[in-house]
């Protein structure tokens, strides 16, 4: 799996609405992760930057399954293309942990 950059903020990240296109995306302590001004789609913007620390704990937990074992046929689902699948995970994570 990929390497580690210095830690992000820790979630939840929530979402806080000022106007209809002004929001933020913050912490419960109110410290802030971004600003989204002014811009359409904001909204579905803001849930999506403010699931990324699960996003990224959800796909650690994927990583850290026991593959070997999926792959024999003993747990997951079988005829996914696993390879694939794992490939796209990892390079997610990379990519999340700002190494990619």
Avoid: C, F
Avoid at 3 to 15: K, R
Avoid at 51 to 65: F, R
Avoid at 79 to 91: F, I, S
């Amino acid at each position: 799996m990929g390497g580690m950059m210095s830690e992000h903020t820790p979630g939840p990240w929530l979402v806080k609405t000022y106007m209809p296109d002004d929001i933020q995306i913050i912490t419960p302590d109110q410290a802030v992760i971004a600003d989204l001004i002014a811009r359409r789609n904001n909204k579905p913007n803001a849930a999506l930057i403010a699931a990324a620390p699960d996003l990224l704990k959800a796909l650690e937990a994927i990583m850290a399954i026991d593959w070997i074992e999926v792959e024999a046929g003993l747990g997951g689902w079988p005829g996914m293309d696993w390879p694939e699948t794992l490939t796209a995970a990892d390079a997610a994570i990379v990519r999340a942990r700002g190494n990619g």
